[in-house]
């Protein structure tokens, strides 16, 4: 919104103050400003007011006239002009030779073989409205050579206040609301708006009015007739164009400068179309033209101003086309009213329609402002216009009346929020600067919120806090750190294990961390031949590749590395983020934290990076929770995973994840000669899992005796079986040293190293045990090799 | 015999000075020291000599086999020292200028400005905390002091779920919790609430190098008996000169925020043009960087807090905001990407 300085000070006397530190003292302290102030005519001087006293048409041009003008000086001044409405003893505004008009400077300039000392200049301009039909008039009676500065107010200074900052508070959407904030920044009186005393009027008849509908607040009206103005005055319409808005004529200029000074939306019917006013919505929808001429479809929720069932107006938003003021139009119904915001809000944005009026109802305007704003408006327009003619009583239905909101507090609430010393005369002075009526005693005060401020804005202690220490300003508080017992901050161990993991995977595996969106990226699956879990959806998702959330961070993930085949021939990313399991009973999503490995080579072969991949997990939980993983061979029917070597990966007997290859259907798709292997855990269920501890073990102290066996089998997990049941405390430990193929199937090759804690050990002893061992994986049909 | 033995002599020193090889030295010790070795035989054939004779043979054959055993180790020795030159010799200058390719893990530019933060939160005895992505209407809004129909959430297009969950929109929607889970030390052991929650929110917008629906923020709360908008300035002042690592200068203004009253915007000093004015701060000197306040007295209430007895205050940090404004990243797309040729740049930086 735009603000003028000058309008500002109808209402504030600013003598003396410096204009651009109060413009930044009312952003820090009410409303952001945005940074560039328009220092309004600062470059326009020498423009005088000049006396057209002879037109002769140029004899070669068919738009160009000779002047002469009077400009209250000795000689006439001989003038080119091409304006259309040139006549003889018309007053406009004149250039002098040496006139500053923006970056012009004005020099006599030959014209088609004429020279022109100067120039006759249109509103356009000379930045003052938008006219440039032709050259300004000029009514004032003033003597001619008079500076046109000393007539109109074209000095100005004009800032604009970012509206966003401004929607909490209805009062700050017209001028005078900003003047009783600069007023109180300034440490200034506010003077009164001047308005009408519509009492006069009341024995007059009323107006036919009735609210129908609750979202209507307040409807207040008045009927006059006979306006013979239809210009603006100058001055008036400078304001309305430094403020952003065109000038229409003398009634639908006031309804927009009553609006930009007050914030009450206003608009002016022809009587003759409504003459039973009624508020109401309608049962059944409908089409409706708008004064803009657009025909808007009206729903049933949307509240109509209806001349009886006829509907005039779409409530606080826009009038009808049928109902405008037209050439004919003798008698007027001004209205000024207020609604109920949110419904004013859901109209405006079911109907894509967001005016000037809308946007100021949708604050929760103050209902009180309704009367006020017909004073005011009666009082501009029979200054302007003394033939006015009031034909009706005001007609005024309150029928939503706010709450009083009266808060009480006292000194210490003040301080303790603060933290810092205001004194009570700061704290009566400030709230009674802001319209707030303070009363103190002993320390205690009790507020009452004016009515503009009641609406939504002002309803708690803590509001007041806010109006205190805006006024007192920010800058300059004494700032304090607090005083509290000291305790230690015990680490969130759901938190700190993500940065572990983190850790391990870049440091001690090179891993590259990477973030991929919550929903799956279904297109793209689709191009590797994924086909993706259903899942729940977003409701209200612009686009339907991001419709479905992830139930596995998996599909992502190959789609991540597709896209970086060219980045190196071996390389592997992991994610720590959210995916949804589906529903839980209660209705909630069943949102999981996991982690996603996945590894990407065109080195190695499949059967390498899948250890790789298990060496990884398997250092992570060591490193984490000091266990080991065991994995059990399960199925699974998603189809970008290939159907053999598909496992659970199980802690402390609990399955925490899978861990798997990619289906060669997915990875030829990826690189056709790539390996990828992936995993993906529940860090929540790692985290959970109890920390196994070192357990410190001293270096052997007598030797070690290292026996390898090799026995005939597929898989290693019933040699490791048979060594658990011998039980021997003599086995410090069995690493696997071969495993091959040959004729007789797959051999693997244990090694067993035995110590004694206290004595070196013998042969016998040792191949006792190693025998035993052998005796039962023999009982299983699993042989020895020699 | 002398002659027998200068012979000797001379045929080993021959012999000796042609070996090459450890094998060599190792022939010519067995030849002449050995069990039969020539050297050895001499010695044997002394049966027949008369003690006189056998006295000065002996000696002779003696000293014949002490200098034999101290040629044979000079000249391995004299092998090893060879064999090891041009071992030293065998290897190569190494051409250190080659430049060389970092096979390194990265770390996600979120998580390395994230843990800066928390590491600057933490030593001033913040509680780290982590919360989820999908949140309840009561998380993100009601309980937030946000009603139905409010036109704060308007102002966020929020992602709605099939089941009427939505993604979180702001890091706020996890204040709630934390009151709940804080609140009776708070109360029963007057431990203050101090705590950060750093997270991923969500927003239905269209995307451009700006703008993103997929960001990080960092949500900070402190409550306890007398926290005042003094402890506010002095705190987001000290902890954002941290984060910053230089002197700060904060100025805040009124923003209206339905869960904080009063409820600030937070502006720094711009850090290109130490607050004079340039382009990034479109010539205010001043960058605006986070939303802050007073905890609002209904948010207070809905965490279980009574508003009459503590007092708080809370704000947002962007965190992605501030990974592009370190980094100098342009396009936020970027973060989301996962394209490794920039991402994998960020290998730590503590």
Known sequence: MLISMNWISDFVNLDGIDLNALIQKFSLSTAEVENEIFYKGKDLSGVVVAKIVSVENHPESKKLHLLKVDIGENDLVDVVCGAPNVRVGMKTAFAKLGAQIGEITIAPRALAGYTSHGMCCSEKELGLSDENSGIMEIFEDVALGTDIKEIYDIDDIVFEVDNKSLTNRPDLWGHYGIAREIAALAGRELKPLPKADLSVYNNLPKIDLKIEDPICQRYSCLQFENITRHVSPVNMRIRLFYCGMRAINFLADITNYIMLEMGQPMHAFDSRKVEKIRIKRFDKPFDFETLDGVKRHIDENTLMICNDNNPVAIAGIMGGLDSEIVEDTTSLTLESATFEASSIRKSSSRLAHRTDASQRYEKSLDPELTVSAIERFVKILSDWDNGVKITSSLTDEYSYKYDKVTLSFDKKFVDRYTGIEISNDTIVKTLKALGFGVSLENDSFTVEVPSWRATKDVTLKADIIEEITRIYGYDNFNVNTTVAPLYPVRAFVEKTTDEQIKDILVKAFGLHEVHSYIWAYTDECKKLGIEYESNIKLLNATNPNIETIRKSMVPNQLCQVKSNTSYASDFGIFEIGRVVNGLKENGMCDEQKKLCITLYSKTKNVVDLYYDLANMIASVVDDIKHRSLEYKAVTTELNYIHPKNYNEIILDGTSIGNIGIVHPTVSKKIDKKASVVFLEIDVNKLVGTENAGIHYVEAPKYPTIDVDVTFVTPKYAPIADAIKQVNSALIKKETVVDTYEDENGKSITVRLTFMHEDRTLTKDEVMEIVDKIIAILKAQGIEMKQ | ?350
């Not at chain 2, 809004?141 to 969950?165: C, S, V």
Request: aromatic share 8%; hydrophobic share 35%.
């Open chain 2, 1 to 350: 015999m002398n002659e027998q033995i200068n012979e000797l002599k001379n045929q080993l020193n021959n012999q000796l000075s042609q070996a090459s090889s450890l094998q060599d030295i190792e022939a010519i010790r067995v030849a002449y020291l050995g069990k039969n070795g020539s050297i050895t035989e001499l010695l044997k054939k002394m049966g027949g000599l008369s003690p006189e004779e056998k006295k000065s043979f002996g000696q002779a054959v003696n000293v014949l086999k002490g200098y034999a055993t101290q040629a044979i180790t000079d000249k391995i020795e004299e092998l090893n020292r060879i064999e090891l030159e041009k071992e030293l010799n065998a290897l190569p200058e190494i051409d250190l200028s080659i430049p060389t390719h970092l096979t390194k893990g990265s770390y996600h530019p979120i998580t390395l400005v994230q843990r800066h933060c928390e590491n600057v939160f933490r030593t001033m005895g913040f509680n780290i905390e982590d919360y989820s992505e999908i949140v309840t209407d009561y998380e993100c809004f009601e309980a937030l002091n946000i009603p139905k129909f409010h036109p704060a959430r308007d102002m966020q297009d929020t992602y709605y779920l099939e089941n009427g969950q939505l993604l979180k929109s702001h890091t706020s929607a996890a204040q709630n919790a934390i009151y709940k889970k804080y609140k009776d030390q708070l109360i029963n052991e007057g431990k203050p609430i101090r705590a950060i929650f750093p997270g991923r929110c969500f927003r239905n917008e269209s995307t451009d190098a700006c703008h993103e629906n997929t960001f990080f923020q960092m949500e900070g709360v402190m409550v306890d008996k007398n926290i005042s908008i003094s402890n506010l300035i002095f705190f987001m002042k000290s902890m954002l000169s941290e984060v910053f690592q230089r002197d700060l200068k904060v100025r805040l203004r009124p923003g209206f925020f339905p869960f904080v009253e009063p409820g600030f915007e937070l502006d720094i000093s711009c850090a290109i043009c130490g607050g004079e004015g340039c382009p990034s701060c479109k010539h205010s000197g001043w960058l605006e960087l986070c939303p802050c306040g007073m905890i609002h007295p209904n948010v207070l209430i809905e965490g279980g807090i009574d508003p009459d007895e503590y007092t708080g205050f809370a704000f947002g940090l962007g965190l992605t905001r501030l990974a592009m404004m370190k980094y100098g990243v342009k396009d936020i797309r970027d973060l989301n990407s996962g394209n490794l040729t920039s991402l994998d740049q960020f290998t730590d930086d503590k």
